[in-house]
């Protein structure tokens, strides 16, 4: 029965599902403080990541050991960021409804507000992307996590736009056509993600002169 041999494609698929399913779950009962999803997304990174270079161990353990190594600095970058984003929010929701209900100048003026606003939210939907990946397998300051976040989402901008794309799909499509696909939801769009990402991630962190060291883009530890 080759089919159902632990090396073949549909175990392989099957054993990535159940992965995705439980990172899922993890990640989701560890979130639920919410000050806490910085440090629960970074885990969850950090086990895709290893799921992805074939360099697993076991899920629970390394989830929970990355959770707890990356708490501290995951946080920081998590209360720098949410702030930001229901900022961002509620002042995109203002301009819509303010230009929604003007005419003539003030319509044209609210109309440019809105572009630098959905501009504002482009670049913080980058680093939002691509932060907590980049937390879980590099050494560095938290202003310098934010600075390379936004080079490297920038630098490799199709592979930023194919990461878009995956969350936006799960999303909608357990929104709009199949609710049970919830039970995978961020576990399986990290580790799609973390595929896409991984030679990106290989490449921002490798350093010839010593391949132990974690090195962000703008050559800071």
Same mark, same amino acid.
């Given at each position: ?9 549909? !175990? ?6 159940c992965?995705?399913?439980? @990172?899922n @779950?993890?990640?989701f009962v ?5 000050f806490?999803?910085?440090a !629960?997304?970074?885990a969850?990174y950090y086990?895709?990541?290893?799921i992805?270079r ?9 989830f929970?050991?990355?959770?707890k190594?990356?708490? +501290?600095q995951?946080?920081?970058?998590w209360?720098? @960021?949410?702030? %930001?984003?229901v900022?961002?929010a509620a002042?995109?929701?203002i301009?819509?409804?303010l +230009? ?5 100048t ?5 109309t440019l507000l809105m572009? @630098?606003?959905i501009?504002?939210?482009i670049l913080y939907?980058i %680093?939002l992307?691509?932060v907590?990946p980049?937390t879980?397998i ?9 600075k390379?976040s936004?080079l490297?989402? /920038?630098?490799?901008l199709?592979? /930023? ?6 969350h936006?799909?799960?999303?909608f499509?357990?929104? +709009?056509f199949f609710?049970?696909?919830i039970i995978?939801?961020e576990?399986?769009?990290a ?7 991984n030679?990106v991630l290989?490449?921002?962190?490798y350093d ?7 090195e ?6």
């Open positions: 029965m080759k089919f159902f041999s632990y090396d073949s494609k549909f !175990s392989q698929i099957a054993l990535a599902l992965q995705a399913c439980l @990172l @779950l993890l990640w560890c979130s639920l403080p919410v806490t999803i910085g !629960s997304t970074t969850l086990v895709c990541i290893k992805v074939g360099e697993e161990q076991y899920v629970i353990p390394m929970f050991r990355s959770f190594q990356n708490f +501290r995951a946080t920081q970058l209360l720098i @960021l949410a702030p %930001i984003g900022l961002l002042d995109g929701y301009l819509y409804h +230009r929604s209900h003007s005419k003539g003030p319509a044209v003026f609210w572009a @630098l606003m501009g504002a939210a939907t %680093i992307m691509y907590f980049l879980a590099v050494t560095n300051t938290t202003k310098a996590m934010l390379n936004f490297i989402g /920038t630098h490799y199709f592979a /930023t736009i194919m990461v878009f794309a995956v936006f799909a799960i999303f499509v357990t929104v +709009r609710t049970p696909l995978f939801g576990g399986l769009a580790m799609l993600s973390a595929a896409l990402l030679n290989a490449a921002v962190s010839p002169e010593n391949e132990n060291s974690k962000g883009p703008d050559g800071s530890n």
